[in-house]
């Protein structure tokens, strides 16, 4: 069953972040997501890829808080992309899950690898 967990150390983020997981929940199905808001990140990652990869658990994508608080649309289109690209580095499928792990991880060694900031 999908997890959406959500961390920030300021709760008045809960709200949007409740919107993002919806968002992903809407179209990832079968993913379980993991949403932080911090220190003006947007961090998005998913068990999908983390759970299965080993000790490694810091791939994500990250975006600028700033830049996607205010536009609801724009919001949403930047974090299915970021979220879209993850997968994708994983070879994962778009969409629903269909229950693969992954074995690799696109992008440059897992161990060195780190998420472009906007």
Do not use: C
Request: net charge neutral.
């Amino acid at each position: 069953m999908p997890i959406i967990q959500t961390e920030s150390q300021d709760p008045l983020n809960l709200p949007l972040m409740k919107e993002i997981g919806e968002t992903l929940a809407r179209a990832y199905p079968g993913y379980s997501w993991f949403i932080r808001i911090d220190d003006g990140l947007l961090m998005i990652s998913t068990v999908d890829i983390n759970g299965t990869l080993g000790k490694q658990t810091s791939l994500r994508m990250v975006r600028q808080y700033s830049q996607i608080a205010h536009d609801a649309e724009y919001r949403k289109r930047v974090v299915l992309m970021a979220a879209g690209e993850l997968l994708e580095r994983a070879h994962l499928r778009r969409g629903q899950s269909s229950g693969e792990k992954p074995k690799v991880f696109e992008g440059g060694e897992i161990a060195d690898w780190k998420p472009p900031l906007i």
